[in-house]
C-alpha cells in the first residue's frame, strides 16, 4: 500500500499539534467543579447541539459506518434514523428528570428516586460500559494509521489516549467542547472531500453510485420479524431506539453536554437544533460507504486483491490511495483528532461520575476546597486516560468488525441502564430492591445473549435487557413503595 508523502507527515504532524493547542488553550483556568465539569454551565445551544453530535460521530464512526454500507448495505444506517424517535423520548420525557441546577451527573436521580444504593451501581455500569466503549474509541484511528502509514498500532494507540488525556486534565469541559466542535467541522468536511473525489472517477457520476449500489443489492432492506436476521428494519427502528437512548438519555457523556446549557429549555432546544444537523452528516458518512463500493466495482476491489484485509480499512486505502498529497495527511489527522476528542469527552464524563457520584457522597467528614477538588478530579482524568489507553489494547484482539464490537458493548451494559432510568422515571411502585434485582437480572440476561449460541441480532440486546430489568424490577418491587421520593 502507497505510504503517506513528506507534505501528508508534516499536515499531520501540524493538525495534531493544532488539535492539542485547542484543547489546551480552550479551558482557560478551572477553579471549581462546575466549571471544570458543566463550563460554568454558560455554553450556547448552538455549540451544545455540535458537541452533543460530535460525541455521536467519532472516529469510529469514520471507519466502521462506510465499512458497514461498503460490505452489508444500507439497513445498519437506518439504527440513526430512530434518532428520530430517541430524541424527542429524550427531550420531553427524559431530560426534564435530570436537568437539576444541583445535579452533575445523570446517575443523582437515582439517589432521590430510589436511594444511594441504585445511583452508585448505575454510575459504576457507567464507569465500566464507557471505559470500555473509548477503548474501541482509542483502537479505531490506530488501526487506520498503521493500515496507511505503517505506524506501529501500540505508538498511535498511546498517542491517541495519552494526549487527549493530556489536554483534558487541563482544560476540563471547556477544552472537550471546542474540540469536538472542530473536529465534527473537519471530520464533515472530509467525507464531503472524499465523495466529491470518489464521484468524480465514476463512470455516470451520482447515476453510477446508484446503479451500482442497485446492483450490488446495497439498498435492500429485510424487513423479517425473526430476531435472527443480523439487521432488519424492525431491528434498526425498535432496537436502534434503545440504543440510542443509551447514549442520549443514560449516559454521562451526553447528559453532562446538556448539563452544560444555561436552562432545561436551552437543553431542549440543544437536542433539536442536533437532529437537523443530524441529517445532512448522516446522509454523508453512510452515502460514502456506497460511493466507495461503486467506485471499486469499476476499479477493482481491493479485498479481492489482498491489499486490506480488514472491513474497517476500506477509507483509508481510499483516501491514501486516491488523494492528491497533503489531503491524506488532514483526512487521517481528522480521524485521529476525532477519536482524541471522543476520548477526552469520555475521560472527562468517567471523572464526573467518579467525583461526584462516589468521592462525594462517600467522603462524608472530609471536606475540601474547590481548588483542591479541582486538583484532584485532574489525577481522576489521568488514572482514567491510562485505563483506556489499556483497554485499547484488548479491544485490539476483536474479530468482529467496529460496527458490532462498539454496539455490543454498548448494548451489553446499556441495556439495563435505559431499563433503569424508565422504572425509575415512569413506574411508581418500584423500590430499591427492585431496581437493584432488576439491573442485575437484565446484566445476567444481556451477558447470555452475547456469550451464548443463541443467534439473535446484537441490535436486540440493548432492548432485551431494559425489558427484563424493568419486567423484574416491577415485579421484585415490595407494594408499598411510592414514588414519594421521586425528584420532580
Not at 126 to 136: D, E, K, M, N, T
Not at 150 to 162: E, Q
Not at 323 to 337: D, E, R, S, V
Not at 359 to 371: M, V
Amino acid at each position: 500500500m502507497t505510504q503517506f508523502s513528506w507534505l501528508d507527515y508534516t499536515i499531520f504532524g501540524g493538525y495534531f499539534v493544532v488539535t492539542a493547542a485547542v484543547g489546551l488553550l480552550a479551558g482557560g483556568k478551572q477553579k471549581t467543579l462546575s466549571s471544570y465539569f458543566l463550563a460554568d454551565r454558560g455554553v450556547n445551544r448552538y455549540v451544545v447541539a455540535m458537541t452533543v453530535l460530535a460525541a455521536l460521530f467519532s472516529g469510529i464512526s469514520y471507519l466502521a459506518g462506510p465499512a458497514e454500507v461498503y460490505k452489508n448495505g444500507i439497513g445498519f444506517s437506518l439504527v440513526l434514523m430512530s434518532f428520530f424517535i430517541a430524541t424527542p423520548l429524550t427531550a420531553v420525557f427524559l431530560l426534564p428528570h435530570f436537568y437539576q441546577s444541583r445535579y452533575f451527573t445523570a446517575y443523582h436521580f437515582f439517589q432521590e428516586r430510589f436511594g444511594l444504593s441504585v445511583r452508585l451501581l448505575a454510575s459504576g455500569l457507567f464507569i465500566l460500559r464507557v471505559s470500555l466503549w473509548l477503548g474501541a474509541a482509542t483502537f479505531a484511528p490506530a488501526l487506520a494509521l498503521k493500515a496507511v502509514t505503517g505506524l506501529p498500532l501500540t505508538f498511535t494507540i498511546l498517542c491517541t489516549g495519552l494526549v487527549s488525556t493530556l489536554y483534558t486534565m487541563k482544560g476540563g469541559m471547556k477544552a472537550v467542547i471546542w474540540t469536538d466542535v472542530l473536529q465534527l467541522i473537519v471530520l464533515f468536511g472530509g467525507q464531503l472531500v472524499i465523495v466529491m473525489v470518489a464521484v468524480g472517477k465514476i463512470h455516470g457520476g451520482f447515476q453510477g453510485v446508484w446503479d451500482a449500489a442497485v446492483a450490488g443489492h446495497k439498498l435492500d432492506i429485510s424487513f423479517s420479524i425473526d430476531p435472527r436476521v443480523r439487521v432488519t428494519f424492525w431491528a434498526a427502528m425498535i432496537g436502534g431506539t434503545f440504543l440510542n437512548l443509551v447514549q442520549m438519555a443514560t449516559d454521562q457523556v451526553s447528559v453532562q453536554r446538556y448539563l452544560t446549557a444555561g436552562s432545561l429549555k436551552e437543553a431542549q432546544r440543544a437536542l433539536w437544533i442536533k437532529l437537523w444537523m443530524f441529517l445532512p452528516v448522516f446522509v454523508v458518512f453512510y452515502g460514502t460507504g456506497l460511493v466507495l463500493y461503486a467506485f471499486y466495482c469499476q476499479h477493482g476491489d481491493p479485498f479481492a486483491a489482498g491489499l486490506i484485509t480488514r472491513d474497517d480499512q476500506i477509507l483509508p486505502y481510499f483516501v491514501i490511495t486516491q488523494l492528491p498529497a497533503g489531503l491524506p495527511g488532514m483526512l487521517i489527522a481528522a480521524i485521529f483528532a476525532a477519536s482524541m476528542s471522543t476520548v477526552s469527552a469520555g475521560v472527562n464524563s468517567l471523572t464526573s461520575a467518579t467525583m461526584c457520584d462516589f468521592y462525594q457522597t462517600l467522603s462524608h467528614g472530609e471536606a475540601l476546597s474547590e481548588e483542591k477538588l479541582v486538583r484532584r478530579a485532574r489525577w481522576w482524568t489521568l488514572t482514567y486516560g491510562v485505563l483506556v489507553t489499556a483497554f485499547a489494547f484488548v479491544i485490539a484482539a476483536f474479530e468482529k468488525n467496529l460496527v458490532e464490537s462498539v454496539n455490543t458493548i454498548i448494548g451489553l451494559v446499556g441495556g439495563p441502564m435505559v431499563g433503569l432510568f424508565l422504572l425509575g422515571m415512569f413506574t411508581q411502585r418500584a423500590d430499591q430492591r427492585g431496581a437493584i434485582l432488576g439491573c442485575i437480572a437484565g446484566l445476567a440476561g444481556s451477558l447470555y445473549l452475547a456469550t451464548s449460541s443463541t443467534s439473535i441480532s446484537f441490535l436486540w440486546f440493548t432492548l432485551i435487557g431494559a425489558c427484563v430489568t424493568m419486567a423484574v424490577g416491577r415485579l421484585t418491587s415490595g407494594r408499598s413503595a411510592t414514588s414519594s421520593a421521586r425528584h420532580q
